[in-house]
């Protein structure tokens, strides 16, 4: 995956975290989650009349909670709890019980042109760091604010 790499990039030097590296795999990250938030999650949502799937409510608590830890100054401690968290929701995503595949089920042949608006779709603007008070810095409390702000429904 080409952002798991300039992750990865970013923090192969103990001795200097790359900010080029890191910057560009924010932006990807953003345009990514825009790509599934915006594009995938809500065609599907709208192709099963309005009822989204069971496990998109997750899904976008953890694009809240990566979202959410790209706001800080990075360094490579910030970079490994994105990088935990990523391979959770990776998981959750890919595979044969992935949502990719229970969104393909829904798109049928509309995954095509899906996937054209898909590689269309804008860069996604950044803004610069912000280190404030309430900046979050882990997986855990990211993902604890983001299911306060978007708690799970029950789907019946």
């Known amino acids: 995956m080409r ?8 923090t192969a030097d103990p001795d200097r975290f790359d900010a080029v590296a ?3 795999f924010r932006a990807g990250l953003l345009r990514h989650i825009g790509i599934e938030e915006k594009l995938l999650l809500s065609t599907v949502r709208k192709l099963r009349g309005g009822v989204p799937l069971p496990e998109a409510t997750q899904l976008r608590i953890e694009h809240a909670a990566l979202t959410s ?9 910030l970079a490994q ?7 959770r929701h990776d998981a959750r995503e890919e595979g ?11 798109l049928g042949d509309g995954g095509a042109e ?11 603007p950044t803004t610069p760091h ?3 008070d309430n900046t979050v810095r882990t997986a855990e409390r990211a993902l ?9 429904r029950a789907h019946v």
């Open 3 to 10: 952002l798991g790499a300039l992750l990865d990039a970013a």
């Open 22 to 24: 890191f910057e560009t």
């Open 69 to 77: 830890l790209l706001v800080p100054t990075p360094d490579a401690a």
């Open 81 to 87: 709890e994105l990088r935990e968290l990523l391979l």
């Open 96 to 106: 044969a019980d992935g949502i990719y595949a229970a969104c393909e089920a829904v």
């Open 114 to 124: 899906l996937g054209d608006k898909a590689r269309a779709y804008p860069a996604v």
């Open 130 to 132: 912000f280190d404030g």
């Open 144 to 152: 604890t604010s983001a299911a306060r702000i978007r708690p799970p």
